[in-house]
């Protein structure tokens, strides 16, 4: 399938799953903005790269999902947006008695309330535009918790909420809004949690990998960022015209358990 003339915003997309996905979106022929919070000459080259690699127009632009109008600012300076990925997330691992205030908040406001304010800003572009993909990048712990990781739950379990109410509130119109959750990928995110994780449980950090993140990974293999690219074009796809409000895990079975 080809998006040449769509305009595709993945937020948090200079790492990881967000750039995995970027790269599939520009090579279906979208034009990409790739985004961050960090303006370095690095994140201006990827963009420039994947342009190069695929004859769109993909370019970077710096805004802090953590914050709400530089979440509005980012779709407006785009200018235009058709598909819109949100993508953008970090993790913190503490018992919750133990929970730093100051992560709990940017979890919520990075991981679930950019969600509200770029959708928001996305959707009026999309109506005039008679066309749009939401495609929210929630978690198998938007679906079901793990110990230690309560603002994580938390904001993925909002973020598969807020998704079923924009696909209600957006349901006549030729707009859709989904969530792909994943199970474990071997991405930045994943490898920050190995070293706590290990001293948490005393083991290795192979024991780490086999026994406790794909312990529930029935697969036993990390999902890619190429096969969420891929659920991510699928979603954009005509075939997926009447999905929408729901949720597709890429887990390797995690949330059949
Ligand atoms: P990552 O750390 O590689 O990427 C996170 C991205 O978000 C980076 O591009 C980072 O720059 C960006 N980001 C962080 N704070 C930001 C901010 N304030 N403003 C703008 N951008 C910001 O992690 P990842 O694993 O690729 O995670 C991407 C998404 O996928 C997250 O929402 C994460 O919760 C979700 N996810 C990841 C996994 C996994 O196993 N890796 C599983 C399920 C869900």
């Given at each position: ?15 990881g799953i ?114 749009g ?36 509130e ?16 071997l ?22 990998i ?5 312990e ?6 990390f ?6 690219g ?14 929408t ?13």
């Amino acid at each position: 399938m080809t998006l040449s003339g769509k305009t595709a915003i993945v937020t948090g997309s200079n790492s990881g799953i967000g750039l995995g996905v970027a790269r599939e979106l520009a090579k279906a022929g979208a034009d990409v903005v790739l985004n961050s919070f960090t303006d370095r000459d690095e994140d201006h080259a990827l963009a420039a790269e994947i342009a190069a690699e695929t004859g769109t127009n993909t370019r970077y632009i710096k805004a802090d999902m953590s914050k709400g109008d530089e979440c509005r600012a980012l779709i407006e300076t785009a200018g235009a947006c058709d598909i819109l990925v949100n993508n953008a997330g970090i993790q913190y691992v503490s018992p919750i008695d133990q929970f730093p205030v100051d992560k709990w908040d940017a979890i919520i406001a990075i991981n679930m309330s950019s969600t509200f304010h770029t959708t928001a800003a996305a959707l009026p572009m999309m109506r005039s535009a008679g066309w749009g993909r939401i495609v929210n990048i929630a978690s198998a712990h938007g679906l079901t918790a793990s110990p230690f990781k309560s603002a994580y739950v938390a904001a993925k379990h909002g973020v598969v909420g807020m998704t079923k109410s924009v696909a209600l509130e957006t349901a006549q119109e030729p707009i859709t809004c989904n969530a792909i959750c994943p199970g474990y990928v071997l991405t930045p995110l994943v490898e920050a949690q190995i070293p706590d994780t290990m001293k948490e449980y005393s083991m290795s950090r192979e024991d780490v990998i086999k026994n406790v993140m794909l312990e529930r990974q029935p697969s036993k293999e990390f999902a890619t960022v190429e096969q969420l690219g891929g659920t991510a074009i699928f979603l954009c796809s005509d075939a997926a015209a009447q999905i929408t409000g729901t949720t597709i895990s890429v887990d390797g079975g995690w949330t059949a358990l």
